[in-house]
């Protein structure tokens, strides 16, 4: 019953931080797509000025994307001063949320007589930043593919004998993953092709989709097609989103407007996005298990019984090492529970921190700390997001040098090498794993 308590204070306090997150980022998109011109000019006490350094012909969505910068420094100073209040306080951690909404809102409208140059400023740090983002999300999704490719093929009996639903399920999910790619990639090619560029970055995508599928599928690799085909569909939609940022119309058809095209490849890559932060927010720090040496994978570790044993984690499986998968015997139940995983996924807890998370805790001083620091990258990630990763100064991604959209287009070009090339290294260490059996 404790556990049960334990786990649901510390996801209610979760949830609250994240509530903080979009309420705030809410409340920005909504002022600045409703009315951005009654903010910008009020001047009852001083003149706010939001179109310094905007584009003449873009103003409204200059006003926009700074209301956003606005709201995401206010978040990113509240996470980061969390980060570190939470460490030595639990109490901080799960009170407080008067405070905390006021702290994030009441800042941003503070901040929207500041200037525009620094946030444009701090718009640049949080487009660096979001790659590290994209890198967590890939390596989360990697974790994810292999969880379910190793759940769904354990074998279930009922009273008539095995039990054939997870098999099923297992074709519906890889065949559902497969469309989703080939669609995409038909969307790709009729429209985001006509430059050299474009045509370089989906062929690739397609070639290493089609590679890294049949070798999968390979008996001395043994990881089926429904963990290829989830990679595989990713790989295509990052494709996609950093074709997005291309200045160039013949590769990008939105780079011309603000609006219309623009706005529902927003909506797409929010709903993936929201749909990842849940994700997170309700494992908590158990994710970290894609770093930690002794860690099950982030659904596995919800298993009573895996029949794979203590499976190797991504972190394992990428330096090659060589995990034993035998259950430890039932005599070794202290150890058992020694190295087993705790709410937060994560094995060794100090004695301190196991102390501090009781029934009545939101989690251990490093889960707490760590949580804060995962929402200081979400709040990144979400202000690229809300403005397209495009200009500072609201201009369509066609117009102007086009320096701030090619970098956004190769930081999330990148992070989609750096995903595949993890997944074929996860690949590459299944096949020699297997060779030695």
Not at 51 to 69: A, K, M, T, V
Not at 92 to 109: D, E, M, R, T, Y
Not at 213 to 229: A, D, F, R, W, Y
Not at 308 to 324: E, I, K, P, Q
Request: with cysteine; net charge negative; glycine share 8%.
């Amino acid at each position: 019953m404790n556990g049960v308590i334990k786990a649901t204070l510390a996801q209610a306090t979760r949830f609250g931080h994240l509530l903080v997150l979009l309420a705030t980022f809410a409340l920005a998109v909504i002022i600045g797509q409703s009315s951005p011109n009654r903010i910008n000019g009020y001047n009852y006490y001083t003149q706010i000025d939001l179109l310094q350094g905007c584009d003449p012909n873009d103003g409204d969505s200059c006003i926009y994307r700074q209301l956003i910068y606005r709201a995401s420094f206010s978040l990113a100073l509240l996470f980061f001063l969390l980060a570190l209040l939470v460490i030595p306080s639990d109490y901080v951690n799960k009170s407080f949320w008067v405070p905390k909404f006021g702290f994030a809102i009441g800042l941003f409208i503070a901040f929207w007589w500041g200037e525009n140059n620094f946030f444009s400023g701090w718009s640049e740090f949080a487009r660096v930043v979001s790659f590290f983002w994209l890198i967590v999300q890939g390596l989360l999704l990697i974790d994810f593919s292999h969880d379910a490719h190793d759940i769904l093929m354990t074998e279930r009996t009922n009273g008539d004998g095995e039990d054939a639903t997870p098999y099923r399920l297992y074709l519906v999910v890889s065949f559902c993953c497969y469309f989703l790619a080939v669609l995409g990639l038909v969307y790709l090619f009729m429209n985001y092709t006509g430059c050299g560029l474009g045509m370089f970055f989906v062929i690739l995508t397609l070639v290493v989709g089609v590679i890294t599928s049949i070798v999968s599928m390979l008996n001395q690799v043994n990881k089926g097609i429904l963990t290829p085909g989830i990679v595989f569909a990713y790989s295509v939609f990052m494709c996609w989103y950093a074709l997005l940022s291309h200045p160039d119309e013949d590769c990008n058809p939105t780079a011309d407007s603000n609006n219309g095209q623009q706005n529902g490849a927003m909506a797409v890559v929010c709903v993936v996005s929201f749909v990842i932060l849940i994700y997170c927010v309700s494992n908590g720090t158990k994710i970290l298990n894609i770093f930690n040496p002794n860690g099950e994978g982030v659904m596995m570790s919800y298993q009573d019984n895996p029949t794979s044993g203590y499976r190797a984690n991504l972190h394992n499986t990428l330096r090659g090492d060589n995990v034993t998968t035998t259950q430890p015997a039932s005599g070794d139940a202290e150890s058992n529970q020694v190295a087993s995983t705790t709410d937060s996924g994560v094995a060794g807890s100090s004695s301190a921190d196991g102390a501090a998370n009781g029934p009545d805790s939101s989690g251990t001083a490093h889960e707490r700390f760590f949580f804060h620091v995962l929402l200081f990258l979400a709040t990144c990630y979400c202000t690229m997001i809300l403005t397209s990763w495009g200009q500072t100064n609201g201009a369509p991604a066609a117009e102007g040098s086009g320096r701030q959209q090619r970098e956004s287009m190769w930081l999330i070009i990148v992070s989609q090498w750096v995903f595949l090339l993890l997944y074929i290294r996860v690949l590459q260490v299944s096949y020699n794993n297997n060779a030695e059996a």
